[in-house]
């Protein structure tokens, strides 16, 4: 009986470790995945131009503005006192519209940045989902939660790859 009962353990034991699932789990930096990947680079490009543009024109409308404000303030003695005052609520009109349109502009420009940053991690994502799948890998993490882990579990490379060889033509539509 004795030997029954250490039989059934031994059995237990060995069913139960087959039944036991070991996870395939890997890690990847998206970060570096958009920053380096072709498309990633275009639309870092296209937005830091964009910007660039855009603070040149601001700085050429404060300029014309500041400009005003010193002929006005050298005409101070010349001109009349109600005229002086009237040509000071001009240019603080100025000043109000050019810092409402800068902030608008600022706003689009972030909201489209935005939109297309949304739109190019969707496509990511799916091809994050297809490696995964086509891999057998169950979990992939982002390097950003990771503490620690071997580098051979680090996909970046590979996803950089697929990503740079499937998203090839990626549009940002100008609204």
């Known amino acids: 009986m004795r030997k029954y009962k250490i039989l059934i353990y031994f059995f237990l034991i060995l069913i139960q470790t087959t039944y036991s699932y070991s996870q395939n789990i890997a890690y990847a930096n998206l970060d570096l995945i958009i920053q380096n990947s072709e498309v990633g680079k275009k639309i870092i ?10 603070i040149n024109e601001f700085k050429a409308n404060e300029k014309i503005i500041r400009d005003k404000e010193k002929s006005l303030i050298s005409q101070k003695n010349v001109i009349e006192p109600d005229e002086y005052i009237k040509k000071i609520e001009i240019i603080k009109k100025e000043i109000q519209e050019f810092n409402n349109k800068s902030k608008k502009q600022l706003r689009e420009l972030n909201q489209e940045k935005e939109t297309v940053s949304k739109s190019f991690l969707i496509e990511v994502n799916k091809i994050l989902k297809e490696y995964a799948e086509k891999n057998k890998i169950d979990i992939i993490f982002s390097s950003k939660q990771m503490l620690i882990g071997k580098s051979s579990l680090d996909l970046t490379e590979n996803i950089l790859k697929s990503v740079n060889k499937k998203i090839k033509n990626f549009e940002i539509t100008n609204d």
């Open 45 to 54: 490009s296209y937005f830091s131009d964009k910007n660039e543009k855009m």
